[in-house]
């Protein structure tokens, strides 16, 4: 018996079902593209404030590393301090971020969130102290300014992440975190390169070092101030319903965690602080290694700061693998 065809009404079937009905299959139905593909090809995306922030970090790390690249042979062979007046210093330079950090990010909850403001009021005292440096050349002033720039890293790193988590989504967060790391770190890369450059052109050049550092810091805080927005909502997830969207548990919780300083009793934040303690508390200075390999292997003294750059280009080569690792 020969299968007939019979043509349906549209009101009862769609697609090739109105052409065929009996055995014959008709050509493959392509279906569009649902909103939560649209959305999943736009979450994949890094998103422009990341990116941003990226670009801010790369400008004043370039910044920040041109003083650090060039701080031990100023202090060291310059101003003529004793290894232990710059391990004095170093140890100021790199230890007192960690109080700060806690007090500002939960300053930075509060209110709704002063992320932002609480950021530019960090790049900016970093940006005011690379050139103060040109008129300090005694241990406590020194010890002093440096201790304000880092002050200021501390401010603007706890509310930077916190921007950058609210502005990503869960599943993208490892890879968004690793391409602000590599951005920051590729300034990491420049900056000593850029100092080198300088003490080369200028012998003994240090004070163009410090005035070219403190106009890349500005630099950056123009880029904040500008092209970052104040306000920072968590990406909306695609549903098939129409349910008005909510943040994410994951990034409100992340929010709610930092704030108050009694966020310290958890047993969680505990253990991890006393992991993190243990192993910050086996880290050796940078600069002191840089010094010791000049030291030990009497690389010439204009060298020194381009030593720095082989941390930096390990930083950049693994960032992203790791961070989209994460992920």
Request: glycine residues 10%; charged residues 15%.
């Given at each position: ?63 920040a ?14 101003l003529?301090?004793?290894p ?49 440096l040109?008129?300090?050349?005694q ?56 100092a ?28 904040l101030?500008?092209?970052?927005p ?66 030990h ?9 381009l ?21």
């Amino acid at each position: 018996m020969r299968a007939t065809l019979v043509p349906l009404p549209l009101s009862q079937a769609s697609g090739t079902e109105s052409m065929y009905l009996a055995g014959r299959p008709g050509p493959p139905s392509v279906s569009p593209a649902t909103p939560g593909a649209r959305s999943e090809r736009r979450g994949a995306a890094v998103p422009g404030t990341v990116v941003t922030l990226g670009a801010v970090s790369m400008v004043t790390d370039a910044s920040a590393e041109m003083v650090v690249a060039a701080l031990p042979a100023y202090l060291v062979f310059s101003l003529g301090l004793s290894p232990l007046a710059f391990g004095l210093i170093d140890g100021i330079y790199n230890g007192c971020t960690a109080v700060i950090q806690l007090v500002s990010g939960h300053f930075a909850d509060r209110g709704g969130g002063r992320y932002k403001s609480v950021a530019v009021v960090g790049y900016g005292l970093s940006a005011l102290c690379k050139p103060a440096l040109l008129g300090v050349h005694q241990l406590p002033l020194i010890g002093a300014v440096l201790a304000i720039d880092r002050t200021g890293k501390a401010m603007r790193t706890a509310s930077r992440d916190a921007i950058i988590s609210l502005v990503t989504e869960e599943r993208w967060r490892g890879r968004n975190f690793g391409v602000h790391r590599a951005m920051d770190t590729a300034g990491a890369l420049l900056g000593p390169l850029l100092a080198f450059l300088l003490l080369s052109l200028i012998p003994d050049g240090y004070d163009a070092v410090f005035m070219v550092s403190g106009c890349l810091s500005a630099f950056g805080v123009v880029i904040l101030v500008l092209f970052v927005p104040r306000r920072f909502d968590p990406p909306a997830v695609a549903h098939a319903s129409d349910t008005p969207h909510t943040p994410k548990k994951s990034v409100t919780t992340m929010v709610t965690l930092r704030r108050g300083l009694s966020t310290l009793c958890l047993p969680s934040l505990r253990r991890l602080s006393m992991r993190v303690m243990l192993i910050a508390s086996a880290t050796i200075s940078d600069s002191f290694i840089y010094l010791l390999l000049q030291q030990h292997f009497q690389i010439p003294l204009a060298m020194l700061p381009l030593l720095p750059m082989g941390t930096a280009a390990a930083f950049l080569l693994f960032t992203v693998p790791i961070g989209i690792a994460r992920r």
